[in-house]
């Protein structure tokens, strides 16, 4: 029972902000101290940046704006970065508010859309500031739900340009995940949205415990309890590395029971080797370490009644082999009355997909696991599929999830229990350690408010893991938000449109990108400064003791480098001439004839059965070799050019699918071996180093040069480099500060000049100018075209390209499904590059695509001189996908044919594509002239069908 003192203060409170007593009296629930602190700031009249962990109860702050929105009789709009967070969220707000009161505006659903409270994706709402939309009338508040996406590389941007443009009197609510730079993203709101007070909670609503599972034990990360080690961490050292500062604070006995397996498996290999790693000699019979199975570790966390949990596996393959290894044990975590109660999801949420569909999805595989309590969950799978995991599990019906990253940034579905494989992740490039801030986002799903006591999180440790380095992963509160922010074509047709040129500019150098760069200026100077002292001492050390103005090590040093460089430069010309070379060859190859493939795989001899030259890309032969393979091989394959060794006669209408066949041809093949004395030989050529004048004449100054007879040359040389070294730094950072300061706007002025270039923009003086009535002159900066107002509706990464496209008519005179699978190519991003280039439809969709490739080269070179960014090229690799769905064939067959195209689909990919190709495609419907407008409409309603309009509806 509360004091009086404390009933007298929570009274005082009460009739300090009456809207949220009258809030908080409907909620059944006491809120949070942060909680209270952000809402009494928006009470009071500012704006708000929350940022708080992952299931902290941000959204309460939201949800108030949204109340208080309601009492004033004014609007309040909720977005979010998802189409299923705005379905969740309006969905919560329909049962609090009632559905007459609320709205949704997705992309795919526009529901009551003129209602008080609407629920939209952050895209809707960028849209509608640029039109001025009539919707804006009356809006109070706007909550942007996980403002922390402005860092994503693709869509960041769009929520600084919400937050730019809103009008001065909407009050901003910022909902962030826990971000080290708060302070400094508040700073920017307040320099663009006023009084914004910053509340920062770092204070998990359920504890979280921290182990690592080693063999079949489990062992507590941390010496300290959760809440207790948090303290500490703060007062090791800032600037020790993580696996110092892991030290500080990791259990003892898990370092020691750690160290013991490390030495048992360094013995195993011979020791002394440095782990499994560095091993080199020993037995042939010594023990391989295998980690604990998925079945093993689920088993595991159930008998510790650690279940539901969430396992990390980060790739798709390895938690679809996850759900099967288990599946394969035997494991059934459900019992009668939930696998009832699951099929009845599954019945509800699948309901309406295509039963021809099912096969192809793996749906009965899909099933039977979740029937188990046991699923995937990753982008692979159709929407509907992963809908229903998320229902099952959030309800706790299904009880293991195997998922990839992904799931860490989707909707609210927290575990008791989350696991990491593996600290090493792909991150599209590279194989990369998981970072702090990644660390952070993925185990923060652990811990079901109102469920849960506490939360755990488990690391699998294998040989080479070390404990102290997961520690300083788990305490490091690291994770910066950066703005991806630059200015795109439509964003700069937009802002002219709407504010001239001028205003644009001013707009843009008040980004939180902008502001981010200007306050790094500071550090870089430092930086570079550091470099110059360094470069200045380095001087002194090369040349000290040579009293000789001849012996100049500096002018050596140069020398070497130069000679350096132009022996690289002179290696990346002779290898692109190769190649140049061997397409060229492979270009004039026909039927029948034999060559050598000069390593890989396929090394040996081959005979060509079908050229494979095509308009669009290089040629890519269809060969069989002497061990029956048949396939298609590429320029990647000759580093060097090939010739027609021999001829070999390839019966009419041969079928290289057929075993006998090729059986037959390869046995051809050999014959013409042997008759030609075709046996392996190697050729090797002069390099082009051999043979460069300048070259020489570089390493003959170099002998000549006093220096080279200097004793101790080398020892100078090294300080010389290391000279020049901190001279490129210094420069490259100096050069760094120059491309900073004013960057944007800079960027900026060259997108519009590449539109003015276009003709998408154009000075006012070319325009006839009539005399304005107020006596006012017209702003001396470029107007909108008719071609940069179509540009200013077309939202896409290639929105230039696809206006040339439009512009130069190379979809004129397609059918449906043509243009769907030409239009691909300007949405679609593979995933990992192919040996090749994917086939494509022949006739017009390959002169299309041929015409689409021409403008964007045109394209290409505008933007060179003007020193903006390329617009990517075409991607092939969904065409036939496309053309083949739009074209009305089944699933089945649309994802065979892409595989053998060269695109490898899984359900889920297949319709993620689709949809993005109908938003593509119905935005050509609005903007594009009869009779192509029409086309794009039929295309829309060919591909939204199946599987894709069950996504689109959903």
């Known amino acids: 029972m509360s004091s009086p003192a404390e009933r007298y203060a929570a009274a005082r409170r009460r009739t300090a902000h009456p809207t949220l007593a009258d809030f908080t009296a409907e909620l059944g629930f006491s809120l949070d101290p942060f909680q209270v602190e952000a809402c009494e700031a928006l009470e009071e009249g500012s704006g708000v940046l929350v940022c708080a962990p992952t299931g902290a109860g941000k959204t309460v702050v939201g949800e108030f704006a949204v109340h208080k929105a309601l009492q004033e009789g004014r609007k ?84 600084e340009e919400v937050i730019i443009h809103l009008p001065e009197h909407v009050r901003l609510v910022s909902l962030s995940a826990t971000v080290s730079n708060a302070e400094e993203f508040a700073d920017w709101l307040v320099t663009v949205r006023g009084d914004t007070a910053v509340v920062v909670s770092e ?52 370092v020691r029971y750690v160290h013991e397996q490390d030495r048992r498996y360094d013995s195993w290999h011979g020791g002394g080797g440095g782990g499994l790693r560095g091993s080199s000699g020993g037995s042939g019979h010594r023990p391989r370490y295998r980690p604990p199975s998925r079945p093993e570790v689920v088993e595991r966390l159930d008998r510790a009644g650690l279940l539901p949990a969430i396992t990390f596996v980060f790739s798709r393959a390895g938690c679809d082999a996850a759900v099967h290894q288990c599946l394969g044990s035997g494991m059934r975590l459900t019992d009668e009355s939930e696998r009832a109660a699951i099929a009845e999801v599954i019945d509800r949420r699948t309901g309406s997909l295509p039963e021809e569909d099912l096969h192809v999805l793996g749906f009965w595989e899909w099933r039977e696991g979740l029937l188990a309590g046991v699923a995937a969950h990753h982008a692979g799978l159709v929407p509907a599929f992963k809908e229903t995991v998320e229902e099952c599990f959030v309800r706790g019906l299904v009880k293991a999830v195997f998922a990839t990253e992904t799931l860490a940034l989707g909707i609210n579905m927290p575990a008791r229990t989350v696991v990491l494989e593996k600290l090493v992740k792909w991150n599209g490039e590279a194989h990369a350690d998981v970072t702090p ?60 449109g709407a504010f001239g040129r001028e205003r644009a500019r001013e707009l843009l150098a008040a980004s939180f990108a902008q502001f981010q760069a200007d306050r790094s200026v500071v550090g870089l100077a430092r930086s570079a400064a550091r470099h110059e002292e360094d470069a200045a001492r380095l001087l002194k050390e090369m040349n000290g003791g040579l009293s000789n103005a001849a012996l100049d090590v500096a002018g050596y040093a140069r020398l070497r480098l130069e000679i350096t460089e132009r022996e690289k430069a002179l290696s990346r010309d002779s290898q692109a001439k190769r190649r140049l070379d061997a397409a060229e060859s492979l270009a004039a190859l026909r039927a029948g004839d034999v060559i050598r493939v ?113 004793p101790d040359r080398e020892e100078r040389v090294r300080a010389a ?126 002169a299309a ?4 490739r021409r403008v964007h080269d045109r394209l290409a070179d505008v933007e060179r001189e003007h020193e903006v960014p390329v617009t990517r090229e075409l991607d092939l690799g969904f065409v036939w996908a496309a053309y083949r769905w739009a074209d009305g064939q089944s699933l089945d067959r649309v994802l065979a044919g892409a595989e053998q195209a060269g695109t490898e689909l899984s359900g889920g990919d297949f319709v993620r594509w689709a949809r993005q190709l109908v938003d593509l495609l119905d935005q050509l419907a609005k903007v594009a002239d009869q009779p192509l407008a029409g086309i794009a409409r039929s295309a829309v309603g060919r591909v939204r069908r199946g599987v894709v309009a069950v996504a689109v509806s959903g």
């Open 849 to 852: 695509l041929a015409g689409m």
């Open 598 to 710: 000069p390593s890989g795989r396929r090394q040996g001899l081959a005979v060509v059965l079908d050229p494979g030259t095509t308009e669009l890309s290089d040629p890519r032969p269809l060969v069989l070799t002497e061990d029956k393979w048949a396939g298609r091989l590429g320029s990647v394959d000759f580093p060097s050019p090939v010739t027609a060794l021999a001829r070999v006669r390839v019966p009419k209408n041969f079928n290289h699918r057929s075993p006998h066949a090729r059986r037959d041809l390869a046995a051809t093949l050999r014959t013409a071996r042997m008759e030609n004395d075709l046996g392996a030989r190697r050729t090797r050529g002069r390099s082009a180093a051999a043979d460069d004048p300048v070259l020489a004449d570089l390493r003959h100054a170099l002998r000549a040069h006093p220096v080279h007879a200097l």
């Open 203 to 254: 204070v998990r609503p359920i504890p979280l415990w921290q182990h690592m599972l080693v063999g079949g034990r489990v062992f507590d990360l941390f010496a300290l309890r959760p809440a207790a080690h948090a303290g500490e961490w703060e007062q090791t050292p800032r600037g020790l590395s993580t696996r110092e500062r892991g030290r500080a604070v990791v259990d003892p006995e898990l």
């Open 721 to 846: 480099d290391r000279w020049l070294r901190e001279l490129r730094d210094a420069e490259r950072l100096r050069r760094q500060i120059a491309d900073r300061t004013g960057s944007l706007t800079r960027q900026f002025d060259h997108t519009c000049d590449v539109l003015q270039e276009l003709g998408y923009l154009h000075p006012v003086a070319e325009l006839p100018v009539e005399p304005p009535e107020d006596g006012v002159p017209p702003e001396e900066s470029p107007v909108v075209t008719d071609d940069g107002r179509r540009l200013s509706r077309i939202w896409s990464e290639t929105d230039l390209l696809t206006a040339e496209c439009l512009r130069a008519g190379v979809f004129r005179g397609l059918t449906p499904a043509e243009l769907a699978g030409c239009v691909s190519a300007l949405v679609f991003e593979a995933r990992r590059e192919g040996p090749g280039s994917p086939s494509v439809p022949a006739g017009k969709v390959t």
């Open 437 to 496: 801030g990644e660390y952070t986002q993925l185990t923060g799903r652990a811990g079901r408010r109102g469920i849960d006591v506490e939360g755990h999180a488990v690391v699998v440790w294998a040989p080479g893991v070390d404990p102290a380095v997961v520690a300083g992963l788990a305490s490091t509160r690291t994770y910066p938000l950066r703005s991806s922010f630059r200015p795109s074509y439509n964003m700069a047709v937009n802002l002219v």
């Open 76 to 159: 309040a709009f909720y977005t979010t970065p998802i189409k299923a967070l705005s379905n969740q969220k309006y969905s919560d707000l329909c049962d609090r508010y009632g559905a007459e009161r609320v709205g949704l505006l997705t992309g795919d659903n526009a529901v009551n859309g003129d209602a008080p409270v609407v629920v939209m994706t952050t895209e809707v709402l960028r849209n509608m500031l640029y039109v001025d939309s009539p919707t804006l009338t009356d809006l109070g508040y706007v909550v942007m739900d996980e403002v922390h996406y402005l860092a994503d590389r693709f869509r960041g941007a769009v929520w």
